[in-house]
């Protein structure tokens, strides 16, 4: 069983940063794939960013160049640093481990 807890969400102005933190527990492999997804109000969840087999990342293209994922296996933390953030960035943002284990989210508002 693997539980998963977000923080980081809130509400920032346009072109601003903001980083999201995942804590993961439980029957953690430092090999495990993991990453981030988001769902905005009247879409489907949609892939952000993930780390896949060897360490390789991949990135939606909507994010490419603003947003990062990184982690610390040491202490189970995943992260996703988002710079020039807009407003179509705004959505609930999820952490993830494959096969099917997923966090409560954490909102994230653009706006001015």
């Known amino acids: 069983q693997v539980h998963l807890v977000e923080s980081g969400g809130g509400l920032v102005q346009p072109g601003g940063s903001l980083r999201l933190s995942c804590a993961a527990s439980?029957?953690?492999?430092?090999?495990?794939?993991r990453g981030w997804y988001r769902q905005a109000p009247g879409k489907e969840r949609e892939l952000v960013a993930i780390?896949?087999?060897?360490?390789?990342?991949q990135y939606a293209d909507s994010v490419k160049g603003r947003f990062t994922i990184s982690r610390d296996n040491a202490k189970n933390m995943v992260y996703l640093h988002m710079n020039n953030l807009k407003p179509e960035d705004t959505a609930v943002y999820y952490c993830?481990?494959?096969?099917?284990?997923w966090g409560q989210g954490t909102q994230v508002t653009v706006s001015s």
């Open positions: 780390f896949t087999t060897g360490d390789r990342t």
């Open positions: 993830y481990f494959p096969p099917s284990y």
């Open positions: 439980g029957r953690i492999f430092s090999f495990n794939a």
